[in-house]
């Protein structure tokens, strides 16, 4: 419909003939903002008010008379979500809103490969330009604060140097096709349970060094071009309309010049919604209080009330034509864009791309006596246990919920990889979740078993003794309360008995290999009986042939931690200090009651906090193992001393000291010796990813600026750093750090 108006709209300009009358928001060699400017001016007030507010679930309208078509936005991050009906979440039941399911953004983040989330985002533009979205509602980069947050599988971590590098080539790749990313959800959205009632409290310096640089790279240096508001509150105010966050930290500290959409039913307030940043309004119930009236999108707070409101003298237009500069600005990068290709859906490039993103972000987390790879000419019988073996776990998880074209999962994985020359058995060993779908998608597979617990645990221990290598596949899925939108987990234990499940494996077999799949670490009370232990994330469309290939070790894993894996949760800084998740202010819980929660821990997040209170992980942030060995060297520095706007490079020699080739991570942490404020013991400042043959070596060069020394000074509301003694903490894990190098700050 859109490409229709828009020839016809220009077939009948150049009937005209000459291009001195196309307009000139038409004239696509006019500069972006005359082209604002003009078609701002030719617009009436009503078109003004339709295009900062919804008028299906996912999608607003555009300016017909002028030739700018409807907006469709999508979810976002994982894949393109299907079609929903025009005014309600269920299923448009298409045949042809299928999609290749990209592994989770944690997954993601694992690999530490700024290209391959560039060609994620590419991957995912292509896709959804094919099915005629214009923004995806992703990434997400909210920072991982607790293993028990719901969304944690949907965004990049707990640090914010390893999410700002991975979410800005993201950003990149998918709008590179004309496709506007929505980086969400900004910001500290960092709880599920009561997620609209929550009322984050943190010091400036939390804020400023923790929870936006992500947004601030993904804004700054990815320019995206949407941002989506939280739900939850900061400083009393909702984030979808947040003065402090929108208004003077997003559009006046940073320039922002594209939208802020709000989270959908996040807007709450005509008159905050009007003064306090928000441009475009999704996803709000009907009257903005209640759900169940349909097709009432002219009762959105930024539709009809508003435009009263203009009408009556409450407002002038001056707010009003800031929000529709930004959505016109949208529209001409997107819509409007003649440029942008046709796009592609489920091509092999992208299944392929999808493959190499699991590859890289399955972490190795444990192999002693080198368990793994498999040794094919010893596995003759493999007994793979586990729900997590067979379940689709493209479904589930709330808003990041997909269709996928196919999923393998990782017993067909194996099974394909393995072939018939091996006896694979399969054993259930837990049962999970038996039910399958969300909005209307169903996996369509059976999964119910009816055998007792200690049943499931027998039958798998009988046929554990006689394998020569049991492959576990548990951990988390989709399912409410577990990795999933809407709630937190309720503990940090794995559910559904696999603890004593896999207890009772590592007795009955030596050869046990346990893949955890989830996007959230998870207690290990059985870490040290355990032998070979393999994050697996949730893989997409691809998983079951991204985990075969490292298990056998056609692909040699090079993924990385993005965040802590504590032994316990009071070794996680909001639970030791009792700071999640919050307490309900003056006992007004209920639905119009506020939780007040306070991130006592400030700045000492993750890895910060490991070092603060001296805790040890059962698996550090940035561990990661490889099937070869690496051998770091010969740290040099550029300078002894770097000046206030100068730079410094670190070159470290890396030896591939194994058999296989294989990539490995060279991390760069700075200790600041002296400091006139506390500061955590080291910050992640630098990484490179780099490839090595056997025995093959390769200078790696990290170059850090001033900003790597910096911290935020609450008092100074300015980023600041001190003159003085700094050390470069060098290696491959942030518990492995061996080559130290000293500099001073001039
Ligand atoms: C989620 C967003 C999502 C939106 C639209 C909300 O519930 O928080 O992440 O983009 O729904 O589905």
């Known amino acids: 419909m859109r490409r229709i108006i828009l020839s016809t709209l220009l077939v009948a300009l150049s009937a005209f003939g000459a291009k001195a009358q196309t307009p000139v928001y038409l004239d696509a060699t006019q500069p972006l903002e005359q082209r604002v400017e003009d078609a701002l001016a030719r617009m009436t007030l009503q078109e003004k008010i339709n295009v900062i507010h919804a008028q299906s679930k996912f999608s607003s309208a555009g300016v017909p008379r002028l030739g700018f078509p409807d907006f469709w936005t999508d979810d976002g991050p994982h894949g393109v979500r299907p079609d929903v009906l025009w005014d309600e979440w269920e299923q448009a039941g298409q045949s042809n809103d299928s999609c290749v399911a990209f592994p989770a953004l944690t997954c993601l983040a694992a690999t530490w490969n700024p290209g391959i989330a560039r060609l994620y985002g590419k991957s995912l533009g292509e896709e959804a330009l094919y099915r005629g979205k214009d923004m995806i509602l992703g990434p997400g980069v909210n920072i991982y604060r607790t293993p028990l947050g719901g969304r944690n599988f949907e965004y990049m971590g707990e640090d914010p140097y390893l999410a700002s590098q991975m979410v800005v080539p993201y950003v990149q790749g998918l709008q590179s096709n004309g496709v506007a990313a929505c980086v969400k959800h900004f910001a500290m959205n960092n709880d599920e349970e009561f997620r609209n009632q929550v009322n984050v409290v943190l010091s400036d310096r939390a804020l400023y060094e923790i929870y936006l640089p992500a947004f601030k790279a993904a804004i700054t240096e990815g320019k995206s071009w949407g941002i989506m508001g939280g739900y939850n509150l900061y400083k009393n105010q909702h984030n979808s309309q947040n003065e402090i966050l929108l208004n003077k930290i997003l559009k006046g500290e940073w320039n922002f010049d594209g939208v802020v959409v709000s989270d959908w039913g996040a807007c709450h307030s005509t008159d905050e919604a009007v003064k306090y940043g928000l441009d475009m309004e999704f996803g ?160 369509g597979q059976n999964l119910s078993d009816s055998r007792s617990e200690a049943q499931l645990i027998a039958d798998a221990v009988a046929k554990a003794r006689k394998a020569d290598y049991v492959i576990l596949f548990g951990g988390l899925n989709k399912s409410d309360y577990q990795d999933c939108e809407g709630h937190d987990r309720k503990q940090y234990e794995l559910p559904y008995h696999q603890d004593r499940l896999i207890e009772a494996l590592a007795k009955a077999n030596k050869n046990l290999i346990y893949v955890n799949i989830s996007g959230n670490a998870v ?37 990385k931690l993005p965040f802590t894996w504590p032994a316990k949760l009071s070794d996680v800084g909001a639970h030791a200090l009792n700071a999640f998740p919050g307490t309900w202010r003056n006992g007004t819980k209920g639905r119009n009651g506020i939780i007040d929660e306070e991130y006592k821990e400030g700045i000492y997040v993750g890895y910060r906090w490991v070092d603060h209170a001296k805790t040890v992980p059962t698996f550090a942030f940035g561990h990661g193992l490889s099937y070869t060995t690496f051998k770091l060297s010969n740290a040099r520095i550029s300078a002894k001393e770097m000046t206030q706007d100068g730079n410094l490079t670190f070159t470290v020699t890396v030896t591939n000291t194994g058999k296989r080739a294989g990539q490995e991570v060279v991390q760069l942490y700075i200790h600041d010796a002296v400091s006139s404020l506390e500061r955590p013991y080291k910050e992640l400042k630098g990484f490179s990813k780099v490839s090595l043959q056997p025995g093959e070596s390769k200078e790696v060069e990290i170059t850090i600026d001033n900003s790597a020394l910096s911290f935020f000074d609450d008092k100074a509301h300015a980023w600041k750093s001190e003159a003085g003694k700094f050390t470069a903490l060098i290696g491959t894990a942030s518990d492995n750090l061996p080559l130290k190098v000293n500099f001073n700050l001039k």
């Open 284 to 443: 709000t119930w009907t009257n903005g209080l209640s759900a169940g009236t349909k097709n009432a999108y002219e009762n959105y707070y930024l539709s009809t009330p508003y435009l009263k409101a203009i009408q009556e003298g409450k407002y002038t237009t001056k707010e009003l034509d800031d929000k529709v500069r930004r959505v016109l600005r949208t529209f001409f990068r997107t819509t409007m864009n003649r440029q942008r290709p046709q796009g592609y859906l489920c091509s092999e490039a992208h299944y392929d791309a999808a493959r190499k993103i699991a590859e890289e972000g399955i972490v190795l987390l444990k192999n002693t006596k080198g368990v793994l790879p498999l040794n094919l000419s010893k596995a003759h019988n493999v007994l793979v246990v586990g729900e997590n073996a067979i379940k689709m776990m493209t479904v589930g998880g709330g808003s990041s919920s997909l269709k996928a074209q196919k999923e393998i999962s990782p017993l067909d994985g194996l099974k394909a990889r393995l072939g018939s020359a091996v006896h694979l058995e399969y054993e259930r060993g837990y049962v999970g979740d038996t039910t399958g779908n969300y909005n209307g998608v169903t996996t």
């Open 523 to 559: 207690a290990m009370p059985w870490v040290s009986r355990v032998p070979a232990i393999v994050q697996g994330w949730y893989g997409g469309s691809i998983s079951g042939e991204a985990l075969a290939a490292v298990l056998v070790g056609d692909a040699n894993p090079s993924g």
